[in-house]
């Protein structure tokens, strides 16, 4: 099971990780696992300050919604009142702390990561910290003492800015108005350990409370309209009563006397139960599906049962279009938004320094690990985020888009390598490697081509004998992806030189093995980054629990492992056609062509047009793809007319903007230079194109004459 909150000690400091990827939710497990580790920190006389921080760029976007509304829409108020009070006294306990208490920020803190945040002595802001609170929007108050913290940290009138208004603030305006404490620079961890130590030492002291005089710079009546424009009344009037009501009290007063109240007042209304299903259908569509029935046992209908109801037999007038595709609803958009900042301040940088040494650095590996990207496909029973197939096409695409050669070095380790040991492994072999893959701790490859076998599968000559306890590899590989950075390799090995496809099986080979050499490092055409190998393996000791799968239905696994795997390389050529048209837009614009700009030209807009239809199909057509392996059907046309198409498309897209470029698109300057050279591989990997178009033609012949 993923560990939902991680505690380390680091020196005399404890340490506590939020852990649920992507946006690091709180569910009722997780606040019990956070109270346990905390109370342990209080506890032992070696931790002087306790800090609590997230996994990666987001520090907490509050409780699971889903927690909330299985309970409101069963009226089942008394229960939801229970569960905050309980929540409550945690956070007084973190208030009432004797040992400091720091929330170090660093990306998305709202909601309850807020509230919980506000409950610490001191708030360190990363670059890219945001601050917010949306209950208002949802039609509700924030339950966890938002209302009385804020307004105790930043005064009355700041306080109902941010809990009318609703948007998210930066780390530098929430600065201003007192909410944190200070800006920690570029290296976020270690200087959030200084800033610590000063702390402790007594150099930093927590900041005073501000006036709590509820008319003091009071907002008028027509500055909260504007504010609040949209959001439902009761939840406004609520905010504002909680915020002047509470501060005319202690804060235990007003946590348990005014703001609990007003909570509880707003979540028994319509407007908030239709905006936490809203809430609920975006980030989880499956969720309002999940949760049905025939109402509580307390005679009231359930609040999905009547939506349902009402949507049987509308107008057809009264039908807002709000529905959105699957793979863009918030969940997916909210990983696109995560990956992308990740590869623009972490990737991008470096991008030029790991072409020149022609490796993507394990500390990158590390990083996207910890963020949790390598998990974004898999269930949240092995530490995924349960984004499947889907989730897995957002990651490439976007990760091409700023440096193909990582996204290569991502997918060979998590839609080769771990897809293969969650597809076909034992669970002991899941606890072994999948787990540790899927924290960046180990690295993953998949390996099937020898030099003279490529799409004939079936053919290899490496060997696997059978001996007492285990199996014995003998033979080598070329051409394979990750290959020396591997900590472990599934290779596809014969075990009947006659049995061709029907004998094959797999291993999981640790890299570290007797036997096991790497003999060639390939110079490439492109993916410079990306690590490409040959090895040997002279009489490699494999045990019997390395197995993986069934011995003899090696063929069909590699086929089902690149069926999905397609789906994702396709996704990658997304990300280059979108980086095409952006470098085509941006060199026009700047390049003057008989006395007018080159965008003004009627070839130029042809040209980036066409890429943009290219863009448009590839990506509907690689999605549905994802949707449909995602839910278990066969996908085997769908793969390859998807990975040959888009292939193709992008090729054709790149190869456009480097006509349009002139010259400069030669040139190593002009980033267009290394993405040529970078897609004409994606025409070769997993089956060149002429495979793909054989596939679909056999699955075409075998449905219309079989």
């Known amino acids: 099971m993923n560990n939902l909150i991680e505690s380390r000690v680091s020196g005399d400091l404890g340490v506590l990780v939020f852990n649920n990827p992507p946006m690091n939710v709180f569910t009722a497990e997780s606040f019990s696992a956070l109270e346990e580790k905390f109370e342990e920190f209080r506890h032992d006389p070696a931790v002087k300050a306790i800090v609590f921080t997230g996994n990666g760029f987001v520090f907490s976007a509050g409780v699971d919604v889903k927690l909330i509304y299985e309970l409101a829409a069963q009226q089942q108020i008394e229960e939801v009142a229970t569960l905050l009070k309980e929540l409550h006294q945690f956070f007084l306990a973190i208030d009432r702390s004797a040992k400091p208490t720091v929330a170090a920020v660093n990306g998305y803190c709202l909601g309850g990561g807020l509230e919980l945040a506000l409950s610490c002595d001191f708030i360190l802001a990363g670059l890219n910290a945001q601050f917010g609170f949306p209950e208002v929007a949802l039609g509700l108050i924030p339950g966890l003492g938002g209302t009385q913290r804020l307004t105790r940290r930043v005064g009355v009138r700041n306080s109902l800015r941010l809990l009318l208004g609703g948007t998210p603030i930066p780390g530098s305006m929430a600065l201003e108005l007192g909410l944190v404490d200070c800006i920690v620079g570029n290296e976020f961890i270690p200087n959030v350990k200084e800033i610590v130590q000063e702390i402790i030492g007594g150099c930093v002291k927590p900041r005073s409370s501000c006036s709590l005089n509820p008319t003091e710079a009071d907002l008028t009546e027509e500055d909260i309209v ?75 209908a359930n609040h999905i049962d009547v939506v349902e109801r009402e949507k049987t037999v509308p107008e057809k007038t009264e039908q807002p279009i709000t529905q959105v595709l699957p793979w863009e609803s918030e969940d997916y958009q909210t990983l696109r938004n995560l990956v992308r900042e990740f590869a623009q301040k972490e990737l991008q940088p470096k991008v030029a320094w790991m072409e020149e040494h022609e490796e993507v650095p394990r500390q990158i590996l590390s990083q996207m690990g910890e963020l949790g990207v390598f998990g974004v496909m898999l269930p949240e029973s092995y530490g995924g985020s349960g984004l499947g197939k889907m989730g897995a096409c957002v990651l490439a695409d976007e990760l091409t888009y700023t440096h193909p050669s990582t996204a290569i070095v991502l997918g060979a380790h998590t839609s080769l390598a771990c897809e293969a040991l969650y597809l076909f492994g034992t669970e002991n072999q899941k606890e072994r490697y999948l787990q540790p893959a899927l924290k960046g701790e180990k690295i993953g490859a998949l390996s099937t081509t020898e030099s003279d076998i490529g799409s004939d599968v079936g053919a290899m000559r490496t060997r696997a004998t059978k001996i007492q306890n285990g199996w014995v590899l003998r033979g080598s590989k070329q051409f394979i992806t990750n290959g020396e950075i591997a900590d472990f390799i599934v290779v596809f090995a014969q075990t009947d030189p006659l049995g061709h496809n029907k004998t ?128 278990g059907l066969d996908i085997r046309n769908e793969a390859a007319a998807v990975k040959y198409s888009a292939s193709e498309l992008a090729d054709q897209a790149v190869d456009a903007a480097v006509q349009l470029h002139g010259g400069a698109g030669f040139m190593q300057d002009f980033p267009i230079e290394r993405f040529s050279r970078d897609v004409r591989v994606f025409r070769l990997f997993e089956g060149t194109s002429e495979i793909q178009l054989l596939t679909i033609a056999k699955e075409m012949i075998k449905s219309r004459f079989i």
């Not at 939840?235 to 005319?248: D, I, Q, R, T, Y």
Request: charged content about 25%; hydrophobic content about 45%.
């Open 226 to 300: 504007q504010i609040a424009k949209g959001k439902p009344a009761i939840a406004v009037e609520a905010a504002l009563s909680a915020v002047k009501e509470g501060a005319a009290l202690s804060l235990e007063e007003a946590l348990f006397g005014v703001e609990l109240h007003r909570f509880l007042d707003c979540l028994a209304t319509e407007d908030a139960l239709e905006g936490l299903a809203s809430f609920a259908q975006k980030r989880a569509p499956h969720f309002l599906r999940t949760i049905g029935g025939n109402g509580g046992g307390n005679g009231h």
């Open 504 to 631: 094959l099986a797999a291993f999981i080979v640790d890299t570290s093995s007797k036997g096991f050499a790497i003999t060639r490092r390939e110079k490439k055409m492109g993916l410079h980054a990306s690590r490409t190998n040959s090895f040997s393996l002279d009489d490699v000791f494999v045990p019997e629990e390395n197995v993986l799968g069934e011995i003899g239905r090696g063929f069909k696994m590699v086929m089902r492992i690149f069926n999905n795997s397609r789906i994702t390389l396709a996704a990658s050529c997304i990300g280059f056609i979108r980086r095409a048209i952006d470098e085509s837009i941006a060199f026009s614009k700047s390049r003057m062509l008989f006395g007018e700009p080159m965008y003004m030209k009627q070839n130029t807009q042809l040209q980036i047009a066409q890429m943009e239809t290219k863009r448009m199909l590839i990506e509907s057509a690689v999605f549905q793809a994802a949707w449909k392996c995602d839910r």
